[in-house]
């Protein structure tokens, strides 16, 4: 899989490669550009499928002791 992220003045190309197993893009019939969440990409990344039925909510929440 690659990624390519804009920032500030210039691209970042990601790549990234699965040891066992397919990256589970959902399926469509157009190949139209789709935005995900950082938290979906992670997904992704790990070789997960971006929608999770049982996945934790988000923490959002921010406390340092």
């Known amino acids: ?3 390519l992220e804009w920032e500030h003045n210039g691209f970042w190309l990601h ?3 699965l040891e066992r ?3 589970h893009w ?4 157009k190949a139209e550009a789709m935005s995900i969440s950082h938290r979906q990409l992670r997904w992704l990344l790990d070789g997960l499928p971006i929608h999770q039925q049982h996945a934790h909510r ?3 929440a921010r406390t340092i002791l």
Do not use: N
């Not at 959902?26 to 019939?29: D, G, I, Q, V, W």
């Open 26 to 29: 959902p399926s469509s019939e």
């Open 15 to 17: 790549y990234r490669r």
């Open 1 to 3: 899989m690659k990624v």
């Open 58 to 60: 988000e923490v959002k």
């Open 21 to 23: 197993g397919k990256f």
